[in-house]
């Protein structure tokens, strides 16, 4: 009995000496993307919102390197040794209210000269300050000469000049065992018609969920990979929506844009005449934007033609890139970054708490003050909202589809802007 009350007692006294002690043997640490560093005040501010106020001494890693705070740049992942149950005496969190939950990001297609990457997070940091993460699903761009084209080679290019369409000719035959003949359409296998199914079906599932438009009246084929668009729009800016929703989907080789803008009758691609067919481009048909694989090269003419037969001329405005990854990007190269998701904006980190969003222009209201963005939601430009490109003031009337922008409103369901930072426009990129 009394060898019982003794365990009884040592055992009480044991969890009341467990509760005094620090809770230092719960070690974890906090890791992040930074946002920016007040190393005078020793305080480090994530993308996520935490906030971590530093002591003299403590020690910080990024890569499994150590460095000073002072050295620390935005868009690097720091990594701070810390405790789960109280702070240490080198790490005091500033804010211990837990992280505000991020608001959802729409994917962006953005264009711009990289200025840090982490290849292990899969995070490129612009020189115009914001910040991408990349996903499965993301594409990355990088320019290259025509002469370095090789046929095979999967390109995009910005405003290149259509010069000639010559398709392939018949279908191959399939010879089976008995010695029949079996003709596939445009060359196809059965697992390519059912990959064409499912993509004619993820394209046409995106154009229903486009928020302001009629992309629901196109129509949508696919062969081989190669996606073909037709049907009516009302405005030359949803034409390119189109493009743009259908060249996202997995599996999209190229697209044949066939889709009419209703008043106009133009089209953004000449239509097949037929097997073998070669027809000229309409007059006045230039600055297509066009992806596809390298058939063949003639670099004395600068042309290229796609395996699909489009026939495709550089100019000095134009611009060809090819797919790259995360890793081999380097600080200074130009790139075209599809699919990411805004992870930051480090020149909008002075702003304090404004919301903020990438996007691209699809179209102005000039009339309302109004700027449609490519995820579907509008933005007022009032006189108090600064719109500039760096230092340059800009108005609304200057404001292009297909421009890049940084938007800043007061909060995430304010319509009207407080600052639009354009980033990139078609126009100064073909200077």
Do not use: C
Request: aromatic share 4%; glycine share 10%; net charge neutral.
């Amino acid at each position: 009995m009394t060898s019982r009350i003794i365990r009884f007692a040592l055992g009480v006294a044991a969890l009341a000496l467990a509760a005094t002690l620090p809770a230092s043997a719960q070690s974890v640490e906090t890791r992040g993307v930074v946002q920016r560093v007040d190393a005078a005040a020793g305080i480090v501010y994530f993308t996520d919102g935490r906030t971590v106020r530093l002591e003299p001494g403590t020690r910080l890693t990024v890569d499994g390197r150590a460095v000073a705070l002072a050295d620390i740049q935005p868009g690097w992942t720091l990594v701070v040794p810390g405790v789960a149950a109280a702070p240490s005496p080198n790490v005091v969190v500033a804010a211990p209210a837990p992280p505000p939950a991020r608001t959802p990001r729409t994917p962006v297609d953005v264009t711009g000269t990289v200025a840090r990457v982490d290849s292990a997070a899969g995070t490129i940091v612009l020189e115009d300050g914001r910040v991408l993460q990349t996903t499965g699903r993301t594409t990355i761009w990088q320019p290259v000469g025509v002469t370095e084209l090789k046929p095979g080679a999967s390109i995009y290019m910005r405003n290149a000049d259509p010069v000639d369409f010559q398709p392939g000719g018949a279908p191959p035959v399939a010879r089976f065992q008995d010695g029949t003949k079996a003709s596939f359409a445009g060359g196809r296998t059965i697992g390519q018609i059912i990959d064409d199914a499912a993509i004619v079906a993820e394209v046409k599932t995106k154009l229903t969920a486009e928020k302001l438009s009629n992309l629901t009246k196109i129509d949508v084929k696919s062969e081989g990979g190669v996606v073909t668009l037709g049907g009516t729009v009302d405005s030359v800016d949803r034409r390119a929506r189109a493009v743009q929703i259908a060249s996202s989907v997995n599996g999209v080789k190229t697209v044949l844009n066939n889709i009419e803008v209703s008043g106009t009758g133009s089209t953004a691609s000449t239509p097949t005449t037929g097997p073998g067919a070669s027809t000229p481009p309409a007059p006045g048909a230039s600055g297509v934007e066009v992806t596809g694989t390298v058939a063949s090269v003639d670099s004395a003419t600068r042309t290229i033609t796609l395996q699909d037969g489009r026939v495709l001329k550089a100019t000095d405005q134009t611009v060809v890139w090819q797919p790259t990854s995360v890793g081999a990007l380097r600080p200074g190269a130009q790139v075209l970054v599809r699919g990411a998701t805004p992870a930051g904006n480090q020149a909008g980190a002075s702003s304090g708490a404004r919301h903020w969003r990438m996007a691209t222009v699809s179209r102005v209201d000039h009339s309302a003050n109004e700027v449609v963005l490519s995820d579907g939601t509008t933005v007022k430009v009032t006189s108090a909202t600064r719109v500039h490109r760096g230092a340059d003031r800009l108005g609304i009337e200057q404001l292009e589809p297909g421009s890049e922008v940084v938007v800043y409103t007061p909060s995430a369901s304010a319509t009207e802007a407080t600052e639009v930072a354009v980033v990139w426009t078609p126009t100064a990129s073909a200077k």
